[in-house]
């Protein structure tokens, strides 16, 4: 059975670091497009980096570029993102997704859209 698991999140104060785990069984990450996503309290889900099936294309919503990193390790079958310099604005339940079709922008970066797999998330509580 395909299944996602994140896990990684918390309260964490503004400036700080968390970094996510999104565990994959039944199927190996490495042949599927990994998405994370995020919702915050009263908003829509918005995507907010997607990582190629092949690892070697990343791209990130604005709001959190070179904030954010997103990165896989294949022996353990697991996709990471790290958050750094974390903002109130970044508190979310933060999902990851898998699809085994890559999609790209007009701009030739990953999308992530339509993701068939879906974690049940982890919350994120940026505050002090």
């Known amino acids: 059975q395909l299944q996602l698991v994140e896990s990684g999140g918390g309260l964490v104060q503004p400036g700080g670091s968390l970094r996510l785990s999104c565990a994959a069984s039944g199927f190996s990450l490495d042949v599927y497009a990994i998405g994370w996503f995020r919702q915050a309290p009263g908003k829509e889900r918005e995507g907010v980096s997607c990582?190629?099936?092949?690892?070697?294309?990343?791209n990130y919503v604005d709001s959190v570029k070179g904030r954010f990193t997103i990165s896989r390790d294949t022996a353990k079958n697991t996709v990471y993102l790290q958050m750094n310099s974390l903002k109130p604005e970044d508190t979310a339940v933060y999902y990851c997704?898998?699809?085994?079709?890559?999609?790209?922008?007009?701009?030739?970066?990953?999308?992530?859209?339509?993701?068939?797999?879906w974690g049940k998330g982890t919350l994120v509580t940026v505050s002090s």
């Open positions: 990582l190629s099936s092949s690892g070697s294309s990343t």
């Open positions: 997704a898998a699809d085994p079709v890559d999609d790209y922008n007009e701009y030739g970066r990953p999308s992530c859209y339509g993701m068939k797999y």
